[in-house]
């Protein structure tokens, strides 16, 4: 006999109850494979719950593959062994997964105890967490919307003029046709690789920039070729020097709050960069993904060339969910035309429902304050991890200005990767300057995310590692 203990008046429905009690006596040995489960009827009435109740927590044990369906007999448990535990990497796998791929693998686990100092985005707890539930609520209650067709293939229109909107108050023109929604700027970026460059083409990318950029194009078989950023931006004297050798076909670069650096682009080098790609005819794609967490007026390229030879790349995916992945691309009619025609063939669409959600929050009202909140919170969490950082040695790049990185270095190190080897033996992730390089050249800098520097481990292993401890 399979007796649970149900509670009705739990917060936690009857059939999660019953999931959660029937997985853990299989876990523990209690049923094993082969043993035959009450029958439903016996099992509603024993424990006092619905047939259809039991029907469902059944219908989903035997989805996870724990129990198994027979015909005319019942249902038994799966003779199959349950999911192991990852093994623990060894000190040699941990080193060799410093590369563009292995840190995002790190950055994505679900390993509660690591401390992923290293990772791009906000901490989840910073994130208006009930706002997304309250909004995911009330769009579900609603008739019209359409939770099982295909998007539009630019996407949720009433987005895209929010969108719009938010390009006019940075001085950009755009009509909504000019704007066309993806799953994050990581499609964004992607669909234009795929409609502008082919295996052998040469581009420009900031050096250091976006490692994961990096990545996807050196799958498409891309030539990368790395132009200095300083702090004003790409030095422009070094893109002419290069144009000398180098006919690329885009520069992919940032403006705002620069990834790694936290550097923006100044008004001088964004006129001179324009020049330069007007004379070398090559497309600049500016990937404004950290552009909201800017807590004033910054130089865009888009803003000066308004569209003609920018395309411009934001998200929401970093401010408001990562899991909704939503983002946007805009740029001359003609070019997202056929950047849309390249979406539809790759994805069909993106996802209304999560871009109706996404308006839903911009539309509320809240959007502003909860920027302003997060603004602030960055702000002291940056004070204290160059407070941190100095304690332990190191030394920032630049005092950001804004934004989530502290780009640091510790005097003496040649190569950050060893660094960030020993702090994985800790489980801490760091994200060490290598992977933000076009060939993963050795890098003495470290990107730091400021919302996850104040826990302790980082601080005791950065100053016993370094001697300062």
């Known amino acids: 006999m399979l007796n649970l203990s149900l509670n009705p008046d739990s917060p936690q429905p009857l059939v999660d109850q019953i999931v959660a009690g029937v997985r853990a006596r299989i876990e523990d040995r209690l049923l094993r494979p082969g043993m035959r489960l009450p029958p439903i009827?016996?099992?509603?009435?024993?424990?006092?719950?619905?047939?259809?109740?039991?029907?469902?927590?059944?219908?989903?044990?035997v989805a996870q593959g724990l129990l198994k369906s027979r015909r005319g007999s019942g249902f038994y448990v799966e003779a199959r062994s349950l999911p192991q535990a990852a093994a623990e990497p060894v000190a040699g796998q941990v080193a060799r997964a410093f590369d563009n791929a292995g840190v995002l693998h790190q950055s994505l686990e679900d390993s509660p105890n690591?401390?992923?100092?290293?990772?791009?985005?906000?901490?989840?707890?910073?994130?208006?967490?009930?706002?997304?539930?309250?909004?995911?609520?009330?769009?579900?209650?609603r008739d019209e919307v359409k939770l099982t067709c295909y998007g539009t293939p630019l996407g949720f229109a009433p987005l895209r003029e929010q969108v719009r909107?938010?390009?006019?108050?940075?001085?950009?023109?755009?009509?909504?046709?000019q704007i066309m929604l993806s799953h994050g700027a990581t499609q964004g970026?992607?669909?234009?690789?795929?409609?502008?460059?082919?295996?052998g083409d040469c581009v420009f990318v900031d050096d250091p920039g976006y490692w994961n950029l990096f990545a996807n194009l050196r799958l498409h078989g891309v030539q990368l070729v790395g132009v200095p950023w300083g702090q004003d931006g790409p030095d422009?004297?070094?893109?002419?020097?290069?144009l000398a050798e180098h006919r690329p076909r885009a520069f992919f670069t940032h403006s705002v709050l620069q990834n790694p650096t936290a550097c923006n682009?100044?008004?001088?080098?964004?006129?001179?960069?324009l020049q330069l790609a007007e004379k070398h005819d090559f497309l600049l794609v500016e990937d404004d993904t950290y552009g909201d967490f800017h807590p004033g007026g910054a130089t865009r390229l888009s803003t000066l060339d308004q569209l003609q030879?920018?395309?411009?790349?934001?998200?929401?995916?970093?401010?408001?969910?990562?899991?909704?992945?939503?983002?946007?691309?805009?740029?001359?009619?003609?070019?997202?035309?056929?950047?849309?025609?390249?979406?539809?063939?790759?994805?069909?669409?993106?996802?209304?429902?999560?871009?109706?959600?996404v308006y839903e929050m911009l539309t509320a009202g809240h959007y502003r304050k909860y920027l302003e909140r997060i603004h602030g919170r960055l702000r002291e969490a940056a004070d204290k991890t160059l407070r941190l950082l100095e304690r332990v040695g190191m030394e920032a790049y630049a005092e950001p200005a804004g934004g989530m990185f502290v780009w640091a270095r510790a005097p003496g190190l040649e190569d950050a990767a060893r660094l960030a080897t020993q702090a994985a033996a800790a489980d801490i992730m760091l994200a060490p300057g290598h992977i933000f390089r076009p060939q993963l050249q050795a890098s003495p800098w470290i990107r730091f995310n400021v919302g996850y520097?104040?826990?302790?481990?980082?601080?005791?292993?950065l100053g016993e590692t370094l001697g300062r401890g």
């Open 265 to 273: 682009l100044s008004p001088a080098n964004a006129f001179r960069i």
């Open 114 to 141: 690591r401390l992923k100092v290293g990772v791009g985005w906000l901490p989840p707890e910073w994130h208006d967490q009930e706002g997304v539930r309250r909004q995911l609520r009330a769009l579900a209650r």
């Open 453 to 461: 520097t104040q826990d302790p481990r980082l601080e005791r292993f």
């Open 309 to 357: 030879r920018v395309v411009y790349v934001g998200s929401f995916s970093k401010t408001l969910s990562a899991n909704l992945r939503v983002g946007f691309v805009a740029g001359r009619p003609d070019l997202m035309a056929a950047l849309t025609d390249v979406k539809i063939v790759s994805c069909v669409s993106t996802s209304e429902v999560a871009e109706q959600l």
């Open 165 to 177: 909107l938010k390009l006019a108050d940075l001085g950009i023109a755009a009509q909504p046709g």
């Open 236 to 242: 422009p004297q070094a893109l002419e020097s290069l």
């Open 41 to 61: 009827r016996h099992f509603a009435d024993n424990h006092g719950v619905s047939r259809f109740t039991v029907v469902e927590a059944y219908d989903r044990l």
């Open 189 to 199: 970026l992607d669909l234009l690789i795929r409609l502008l460059l082919k295996p």
